[in-house]
């Protein structure tokens, strides 16, 4: 059994095969602070699930817009093209909640949030709060992580 968690305060994913760690990953998650509630720009806490893997056959460095691939391939010109973009890049991995109440269903759901482990730009900071409510990471990592998964496997996110 794989399971995904994810450490606020150290900015860090790891990933566990039964009790035993496989590898940890720098991460970002949002810079306004921990919650589940819509429209917060929060990293959500508790139990979740990867309900959904996106992106499996594309290159690194794509771009996705409403999860899906937009035809464009992340650099520098494109960047200074959109600055405004909330860049999601290479691989997503669609986070679900399963804990009613705190990131399940009403006004806390993660899956309704579209709340995401996803790529970002290489030049975005690992080990610092900033994104607006996913789980950043460099793509080369989110592409290994995506690739040692299954759809189903548990995310737990803690303070």
Wanted: include cysteine; aromatic fraction near 6%; charged fraction near 20%.
């Amino acid at each position: 059994m794989m399971l995904i968690v994810i450490s606020i305060a150290s900015q860090t994913l790891s990933l566990y095969k039964t009790d035993k760690k496989v590898c940890t990953f720098a991460i970002s998650s949002a810079l306004n602070g921990m919650g589940g509630e819509k429209n917060s720009g929060k990293t959500p806490l508790g139990r979740h699930i990867v309900r959904a893997k996106i992106g499996g056959n594309l290159p690194i460095h794509s771009v996705f817009v409403g999860r899906r691939p937009t035809g464009e391939i992340y650099s520098d010109a494109l960047a200074r093209d959109y600055p405004d973009r909330d860049w999601v890049l290479s691989r997503i991995l669609w986070l679900s909640g399963t804990e009613r109440g705190v990131n399940r269903l009403g006004q806390v759901d993660t899956m309704q949030r579209y709340i995401y482990i996803h790529g970002t730009p290489d030049s975005e900071p690992m080990g610092v709060a900033l994104s607006h409510g996913c789980i950043r990471m460099r793509n080369q990592d989110v592409m290994a992580l995506f690739d040692l998964i299954d759809v189903g496997t548990e995310v737990l996110i803690k303070a």
